[in-house]
């Protein structure tokens, strides 16, 4: 017989203390976690972020990646665009009664292997359980805790007009990976996520700037959108040229077939970052450098005038405003 | 016509930046939230404690508190069990499509008023709405960070034996108003849920003693529970005496009812503390002059021999064994 999640799983007794310690526990091992406190311990010191996700993506098995490390890249991501180096994650997991206890233990496997490579440890963490049909198989939180290296200071507000927008390689994989796997669409070359941990790929960059102004990772309203948030923050606009922005040729078709625009499909490995014109080509270098960056490219330019708004030149020479994302053409992709 | 949530509102479009600007920000209003980074940045040195818990407690609203102020209570109370002064908050809802705006702005209200009595703030959060049926209304993750005061080393594996085990206050009463609620019971008297946060009353604590062993606070699982994990982490026995542990007539009428041991009931706003001998009577007097601590008790104290065994002496002079709780007579009640 298949091994199931039981609602017992969340009660706090005895199956519960099983679940945490033989396929939590073991797995995700470190003496922080090991120790099972209510809150887990630890001495740091500086300027500290502070971040939480959670991940509601369906389905939890994609091309390229699962919620699992998708838990992590995404809290590991968000640290990092802080300019922090990610350390400790918490981690909670609201599971739907009848999950299979193979599929979880596949997704704690891949939540370790991400924390191994995005050098970050899950140090606590809760599980919860919720009756058939109040969840839909599996939801995951992180919420995560990094340091930011002294005379480090990015934020969203800080794009200076003459600043080079920077992004780091193509978009729109992660969002036409879960989206053709949840339809059961074939592409002619299998089309996975670049969910990717940045981590090492903002240290790459800070190691030669620390004047970079803002990161973002353009996730849930694609490239557009966090392009428009980081104008209206800085109150600058941003100028960006088609011509300059990476997309596969598979996810330009899958875009063309579905009706939908790359510049609003959400990322989950990808970074754009603005900074000051004097610093921009040791930045690209420094990202070329890193397997995460290979890509990198100046997309355009802040400029002071038209605050909040984004202006692309297109391909065919004309200008257009990119507002952000209205609706939602692909609910669930994170 | 109501205003619900819409799926859009999860996108990371235009939609959901006006509901977190309109429905979170504004309400749960601080210079670190505002900034809608990525990662709330603050600087921050020292023995940290960070933690998280997810909350899917149904319904929604019941006696004496409500989903809000249980996500806010119980991170909050898991930093202050490892003596802790909580100071961070971060709030991830997860929302099912179709929810009230009514009642999100009702549980929003509600975590404003708890983070305001905890003095505690919300930095950083998230928002995802999955479509109808995919969840059940509402789960709301917390984590948070704190800082542990110079001296104070708190740890469910630091009982000794001769330690005298304290419960800050009557048990079940949370257990039983979420379930009375659900069920639709009625009692005689009604019945509120113990929902409060703790981290004055541990402060109250540890102004008096930094030699406090253990903290814990019963949630899932009950005051049964926690002893055993407390006995088990730290190799030792403990003894309670029933008729030390208070509970009330009208949480004891209901259990008689349900067929339910008080023991095993969950509790929000109780903490059980395990102190050297020495200090049991100031803490307890420190305890006692908290509002939460009004009715607090030496309830037991720790042996040495049997370890990892919790043994009740019953109010009719037998001894019998306090298991884990097995199987859950009582599935989301946090």
Redesign the interface.
């Known amino acids: 017989m298949e091994n199931r999640i039981l ?2 799983h ?8 099983e679940l945490v310690e033989k396929s939590f526990v073991k797995a995700l091992a470190n003496p922080l976690l090991a ?22 993506v ?1 389905p939890i098995f994609y091309p390229g990646g699962d919620i699992g490390k998708l838990a992590v890249c995404g809290t590991v ?3 990092a ?2 300019g ?1 180096k990610p350390l ?1 994650l ?5 599971i739907e009664e009848g999950l299979l206890q193979d599929e979880l233990d596949k997704i704690v496997n891949s939540i370790q292997k991400a924390t191994k490579e995005a050098e970050v440890e899950i ?4 599980t ?4 058939r ?4 198989k599996l ?1 995951i ?1 992180t ?1 995560g ?2 340091i ?1 290296p002294q005379g480090v200071n990015i ?3 800080n794009a200076r007009p003459g600043d080079k927008v920077i992004l780091s390689g193509t978009i729109g994989e992660h969002g036409i990976a879960v989206l053709s796997q949840r339809q059961g669409l074939s592409f002619s070359t299998q089309l996975e996520s670049d969910l990717a941990p940045l981590g090492s790929l903002v240290a790459d960059m800070l190691a030669v700037s620390h004047n970079i102004h803002c990161l ?2 353009p ?3 694609g490239l557009a ?1 966090i392009l428009n ?1 980081l104008a209206e ?1 800085s109150k600058v606009s941003i100028r960006i040229n088609e011509e300059k922005i990476p997309v596969r040729e598979e996810v330009l078709a899958a875009c063309e077939m579905l009706g939908l625009d790359p510049l ?1 499909i ?1 990322n989950e490995g990808k970074l754009v970052a603005i900074v000051p014109a004097l610093d921009a080509t040791k930045v690209l270098k420094a990202m070329r450098g890193n397997h995460y960056g290979k890509s990198a490219a100046v997309i355009g330019e802040v400029r002071a005038e038209n605050p909040g708004r984004v202006i692309m030149k297109t391909s065919l020479g004309t200008s257009r405003i990119i ?6 053409p692909l ?2 992709i994170c």
């Open positions: 609602l017992t969340g009660s706090g007794g005895k199956l519960a203390h120790k099972l406190d209510d809150s887990a311990v630890f001495d740091l010191s500086g300027k500290l972020a502070f971040t939480t996700d959670s991940h509601v369906s991501n968000d640290l665009m802080s922090a400790y918490s981690l909670a997991f609201i140090v606590t963490g809760d919860k359980v919720v009756n049909g109040s969840a839909d939801f939180n919420a805790v990094g930011i934020s969203g507000s973002r990772d996730t849930r309203g959108t948030e923050q609003y959400a507002d952000m994302l209205v609706g939602d609910p669930r």
